[in-house]
């Protein structure tokens, strides 16, 4: 297993097909660095949030690089209690009768508590697996504390330990394969014969362990069938998922050898090196299987996988991971710097030099990995250092290609990773905004795949969603309500309707279908998947809308997530009809679906042989319903104060500084509200997030983010993103409001990794915006703080790749291409317009003022 000193040579980034004619150069003529894409820590992991995540999709592990003992903190995404459920209420249509005659009758605190009859039974709660020990021996608690280095590469998506023990250099490096469906850990010391250890795995959850084979343990656990505890009467207790882990150990050196300890605990000694493989499987078998009458077999799944696993060196595997990662992560590449007259970015000045030549730019030579990340954000609100905002840009896009990918389960409220029996708010999907932001950096930042899970969930959640409208509200289509889990959930969340009851999260889940065939021009993924479940949700989104007293169609009951406001009688109340966000939400989904049945508008025929097919929906019935409901939805309106109005009527908020910015639907991730099409409504838009102010948790900064970037507010835009520069201490968590703790998971608190993805997407809104015809360049750039800077690789909306350098605040040069069809771009920037005609894999270069200064084959630098 030692690899043998093989050199990986990559394959050739999307990114790097179009370069521009200028570089960043810092005062001595030479191109200028960035801090490394890597996050520092100079010592072990004291909490949960200072340890290092690492995953491949669905296996991840958080590393506490600990040196007398080192835990890697496991979870397999298919490990939630619980088992397929019934997510129908045969009494909820009465009910709904009753809270809609109420709503009618103007008393909306009397239905705000009658809506608790429409709720339901809570979600699943999202499991861990257990933890893979390793402890040394007591020579390593006089490791020399200066030499204690611990970082994870974004490149590499590795993750090194590093330090001294005396004479000796201890290294251990993890990291997981997505290709070979393992955790990865290698261990070596510097001196031949040094290392000695102890290896088992624990957890919480129910679990037994043995040695087998002499270099081998075996793991099996079980979820539990119910989210509440255990009951004595074991007739109660329906069988959860099992699951299973094998780890393989291998050592290398003439001395080392491996004994069983206990029947459950392999014990290293005075070996060169050793490689630990872990491998795990569980008898989820999909969300309408009951785990007891599953087929799958854990146990013997992890003996498959890991015999195939032992046939591959060290080399082979790290060689795969990297192939594999990286073909993702380096399709996108950013880089800011501040102003070239005062910024020196050679790494060969020291930090002392560069700190006296100008004490407000932090140093930014390549080579400066001994300043922690956790200092870095400490003195982000002084220094404003950009190549931090790079680097969490960056985390974001690891993250997701670590907890989503083909195959796997869709990302949940903490990504994948986890170390509770009970986690926050059960780590659970929440699909009224949280859910969604997890996926916002997919298609902007290139990594489309990523997506492939929420899909499949949607499918799913289509399934148990058919049922639900039926029975619940007599209504055809399927419907998704505010939280679900891997049972695919689709009714009502328990408790108060304030955040129980909001049937909208299917529809905007369905926002996600269409913008992904718009980003990528996938006629067959439009056909097969987008279309038949947008006609599911655009069925029952006809169904569920009334007609109102009044001309318009309304939906009743209706709440905007988790706000009340003060209803006629002075109490607060949370239900009443067509909230804004209801409406925007199905005005997004009515036009989507129009604009897939009418597809030759913007699509040329000839490019596309399969749209054929999909068109000629123009006068389907549903189709014609649509336009007639269209017409009828009510408009957005404006309250007395300016702002746009939350709730059909202008109700008092009692809380002005709520998280949610629901209303706001339209603006962003919609599209029903531009600032070209609706000037009065953006400037109602700016209004609301003024209301709102700056202080929320760390999702909704990120929302108010990218709010601000799509109304190109860049000022506000950069402001928010600096809000999320703040240090959490996880000791005293609850006394901060948003964040970042120390490994950059982002804080709500507590942890919520929806603020990581939105970060990422929030960057990318503020750099380049997009139609399927338009595409805005640099439209909030704050060009003060980074006046210098070039991101490569991102996506724009009609399958185009966009690259953009900018020098001394002002654009230098853009670079586009599409590979799938000829495109008609209508080019934005600074007040002007040009329209540019885009033939199939072709790169097209144009300079500040729009003109188009080169073009080439993109055949002459990749293969098309």
């Keep these: 297993m030692e690899d043998g000193g093989w050199v990986h040579v990559p394959r050739p980034a999307e990114k790097d097909y179009w370069n521009p004619t200028a570089v960043q150069e810092n005062s001595n003529g030479e191109p200028s660095s960035s801090q ?28 506490w690089g600990g040196v007398a003992k080192e835990t890697l903190q496991l979870n397999e995404d298919t490990l939630w209690t619980g088992i397929p459920g019934n997510y129908t209420n045969p009494n909820a249509p009465a009910a709904l009768s009753d809270v809609r005659k109420l709503v009618d009758d103007g008393q909306f605190t009397q239905a705000t508590k009658e809506a608790i009859k429409l709720s339901d039974h809570p979600s699943e709660v999202y499991q861990l697996l257990g933890d893979m020990i390793l402890e040394f021996d007591t020579s390593h608690l006089k490791f020399d504390e200066e030499t204690y280095h611990r970082e994870l590469d974004l490149d590499t ?19 997981a394969s ?72 291998q050592i290398g050196g003439d001395t080392g050898v491996i004994s069983d300890v206990d029947g459950r605990k392999l014990k290293v000694e005075g070996a060169d090196w050793a490689v630990i493989l872990l491998v795990a499987s569980s008898s989820f ?79 930014t030579g390549s080579e400066n990995t001994t300043v922690s990340t956790a200092e870095r954000v400490k003195s982000f609100q002084t220094d404003e250092d950009p190549s931090l905002v790079q680097l969490l840009f960056q985390y974001g896009r690891y993250l997701l290609i670590s907890c989503s990918r083909p195959g796997t389960q869709v990302a949940n409220l903490q990504g994948l990773w986890n170390k509770d029996i009970e986690p926050p708010w059960d780590g659970a999907q929440h699909l009224n905004i949280n859910l969604q932001m997890n996926y916002w950096p997919a298609l902007s930042c290139n990594l ?175 189709i014609q319903k649509v336009r007639e409901a269209q017409q009828q939805l009510p408009p957005t309106k404006i309250s007395r104060d300016g702002t746009i109005m939350e709730w059909a009527l202008d109700f008092i908020d009692p809380d002005i500084h709520h998280r949610h910015l629901s209303h706001l639907f339209g603006v962003f991730p919609g599209h029903t509200i531009t600032l070209q099409k609706n000037p009065d409504l953006s400037k109602a838009a ?49 006394e901060y409001e948003g964040g970042l703790y120390s490994n950059l998971f982002t804080s709500h608190p507590p942890f919520q990794i929806d603020a990581n993805f939105g970060f990422s997407a929030a960057i990318a809104e503020m750099l380049v915006q997009s139609t399927v015809k338009d595409l805005y360049l640099l439209p909030a750039l704050p060009r003060d703080k980074w006046p210098n800077g070039c991101v490569k690789g991102l996506k724009a909306r009609g399958g185009v790749t966009v690259n953009v350098c900018w020098k001394e605040g002002d ?16 080019l934005h920037y600074g007040g002007r317009t040009v329209n540019a005609s885009l033939l199939s894999c072709k790169i097209y270069t144009f300079d500040s003022e729009l003109r188009c200064i080169r073009t080439y084959s993109l055949s002459q630098v990749a293969s098309c």
């Excluded at 003996?303 to 032992?310: D, E, F, G, V």
């Design 36 to 63: 490394p894409l890597k996050l520092i820590f100079t010592s072990p992991a004291k909490y949960w949030t200072d340890a290092i995540p690492i995953g491949n999709g669905r296996l991840g592990a958080m590393i």
């Design 157 to 175: 998506a590795t993750t090194t330990v590093k330090y001294s023990v005396g004479d000796i250099e201890y290294k251990r490096e993890y990291f």
């Design 285 to 363: 078998d999909g969300p309408f299987t009951n785990p007891i009458d599953s087929k799958k077999d854990p146990s013997s799944d992890c003996k498959t996988a890991m015999t195939s696993l032992r046939k591959l060196s060290y080399a082979d595997i790290h060689a795969h991971h990297l192939d594999d990662y990286q073909s993702l992560f380096r399709r996108v590449s950013l880089e800011l710097w501040k102003s070239s007259k005062n910024v020196l970015g050679s790494a060969h000045l020291n930090a002392e030099k560069q700190i006296a030549a100008d004490e407000s730019v932090p140093f």
């Design 448 to 622: 489309k795949e990523c997506q492939e899970p929420l899909f499949d969930y949607i499918s799913f959640l289509s399934i148990n969603g058919t049922k639900t409208a039926k029975v619940n509200y007599e209504a055809n289509g399927w419907v998704v309500h505010q939280v679900s889990d891997i049972w695919a959930k689709t009714s009502p969340d328990r408790g108060e309707a304030v955040w129980a009851f909001w049937p909208m999260g299917g529809a905007w889940l369905c926002t996600h279908l269409w913008e992904h065939f718009v980003y990528s021009m996938d006629t067959d993924f439009l056909k097969n998947k987008a279309y038949p479940l947008l006609e599911g949700c655009v069925q029952f989104l006809l169904s569920w809308l009334i007609k109102g007293p009044g001309r318009y169609l309304e939906t009743n009951p209706s709440t905007s997530p988790e706000h009340m406001f003060i209803a006629p009688d002075g109490k607060q109340a949370s239900v009443s009809y067509s909230t804004t966000m209801d409406t925007s939400i199905i005005k997004e989904v009515f036009s989507e679906i129009l604009s897939a049945a009418e597809l030759h508008i913007f699509i040329h025929s000839n490019l596309c042989p399969l749209c054929k097919q999909i068109l000629g929906r123009t006068d389907d019935e549903l």
């Design 686 to 734: 700016e209004n609301t997030l003024t209301k709102r102010g700056e202080v929320g948790p760390g999702w909704s900064t990120m929302w108010k983010a990218a709010l601000w970037a799509r109304l190109h507010r860049k000022e506000e835009a950069y402001r928010m993103v600096k809000h999320l520069f703040v240090l959490v201490d996880p000791a005293h968590e609850s």
């Design 811 to 826: 654009l230098h040069e853009v670079g586009l291409w599409s590979t799938d069809g000829n495109r008609i771009q209508r």
């Design 178 to 249: 997505y290709p070979d469906q393992a955790l990865v850990t290698r261990l070596s010391g510097s001196e031949k014969g040094s290392l000695s250890f102890t290896l088992y795995m624990d957890s919480k959850m129910h679990h037994h362990s043995f040695v087998q084979e002499n270099n081998q343990i075996h793991f099996q656990g079980s979820c539990p069938g119910k989210r509440i505890p255990p009951r004595l009467n074991a007739g109660d207790n329906p069988k959860g998922i099992q699951f299973s882990a094998l780890l393989n150990l």
